[in-house]
T-cell receptor, first 114, second 112 residues
Framework: DVKVTQSSRYLVKRTGEKVFLECVQD?????MFWYRQDPGLGLRLIYF???????EKGDIPEGYSVSREKKERFSLILESASTNQTSMYLC?????????????FGPGTRLTVT | RKEVEQDPGPFNVPEGATVAFNCTYS??????FFWYRQDCRKEPKLLMS???SGNEDGRFTAQLNRASQYISLLIRDSKLSDSATYLC?????????????FGQGTTLQVKP
């Protein structure tokens, strides 16, 4: 059974803090993704990675960076947290084999920046 | 125009009703299509993939119309437990990186 875990379910940080969100998958998937989900806006892609040390910007990368040093781990970094980054953050992974690219999601981290 | 569009609802239906959701997508080269289900405050989970010939899984039927670029999900004999948000999902087709585009979701409330 595919498992994607995220380091925290709930996180409260102050404006200006550096924030690390960690994601680990156990299925040897090549692709990993970070999304944020906000009411009325749906899921928006922040960054994704298709291989170790490889990354590509998604639709809303501003204010975020990522790190993928190992295949199973994909980190999202908020360099200087701001209140407009308060959101639900979801990590996902998927294989590159096959056609359908089903994505498996972690449980999410609800981040509040005060 | 959004790449994937859905009616956000909510759809309020009684138990036992049949309900259908539609979704349109803009990229005619898209190859992979899915319906995901997301319960309140939970992560999205794959409900079913959508195949060109249409496919059925119990009370759920998914259809794809490539000519009109829309996908549908039909739920028969609705249960209270079907209450959730249903996300229409399409791959970008422009690369093989597995990038998916998610619709905003359609909310279903099944009432007793």
């Amino acid at each position: 059974d595919v498992k994607v875990t995220q380091s925290s379910r709930y996180l409260v940080k102050r404006t200006g803090e550096k924030v690390f969100l960690e994601c680990v998958q156990d299925m040897d998937h090549e692709n990993m993704f970070w999304y944020r989900q906000d009411p009325g806006l749906g899921l928006r892609l922040i960054y994704f990675s298709y291989d170790v040390k490889m990354k590509e910007k998604g639709d809303i990368p501003e204010g975020y960076s990522v790190s993928r040093e190992k295949k199973e781990r994909f980190s999202l970094i908020l360099e200087s947290a701001s209140t407009n980054q308060t959101s639900m953050y979801l990590c996902a992974s998927s294989p590159t084999s096959g056609v359908f690219y089903e994505q498996y999601f972690g449980p999410g981290t609800r981040l509040t920046v005060t | 125009r959004k790449e994937v569009e859905q009616d956000p609802g909510p759809f309020n239906v009684p138990e036992g009703a049949t309900v259908a959701f539609n979704c349109t997508y803009s990229n005619s080269a898209s190859q992979s299509f899915f319906w995901y289900r997301q319960d309140c405050r939970k992560e999205p989970k794959l409900l079913m993939s959508v195949y060109s010939s249409g496919n059925e899984d119990g009370r759920f039927t998914a259809q794809l119309n490539r000519a009109s670029q829309y996908i549908s999900l039909l739920i028969r004999d609705s249960k209270l437990s079907d209450s959730a948000t249903y996300l229409c999902v399409v791959n970008t087709a422009s690369s093989n990186t597995g990038k998916l585009i998610f619709g905003q979701g359609t909310t279903l409330q099944v009432k007793p």
